[in-house]
């Protein structure tokens, strides 16, 4: 029998690190550093197709004054946040960063008033991103296969409803 999803009660980023670890929401004129973090952790350039959306929210996360992380997403309608992309440097995997990163998210666009959050992920290539949504209780909505990556995609969603403390 497998366990049963054991969703954070309170959601605190700084709980979950096992790094020194700063969580800021950015805005686009530090862009060049999610760019930089993206072609080093996914091998590409490409992030989002466009950065003009409702609702964006750009975290980055620091290490002792590195820059290890990064999270982003925007509103797909007035009750839905989307988490578009997210990553962490492979050397500072599995210490809690991308769960910090999530938990800040969830927080800010909870405080915000949205009743919804999903994401995308292809468990093949991200197999951590499928066990992180389970564990924090996300149920999959959706799943389909990509031909453009060549992977099958599954679709999380998480109702918010009133469980965070408010933004980080």
Known sequence: MSPAPNPSATRDPDAV?????EIREVSLDRLHLIE???VAIFDEEH?????DRDGLLMLM??????AVGFKLGYETNDRTFYSAKGGV??????????????????NIVEARGY????????????PGMT??????????IRAGYSPRYQDYRLRFELPLDGMSDGPA
């Open 61 to 66: 996360a620091w290490s002792e004054d590195t």
């Open 131 to 140: 066990v992180l949504g389970l564990d924090e209780g996300f149920q999959v």
């Open 89 to 106: 440097l492979g050397n500072y995997r599995r210490r809690g960063i991308a769960r910090a990163l999530l938990y800040t998210m969830l």
């Open 47 to 51: 992030i989002i197709n466009t950065f």
């Open 36 to 38: 930089r973090l993206n």
């Open 17 to 21: 690190a096992e790094v020194p670890l």
């Open 115 to 126: 009743e919804r959050f999903v994401y995308d992920t292809f468990p093949n290539k991200h």
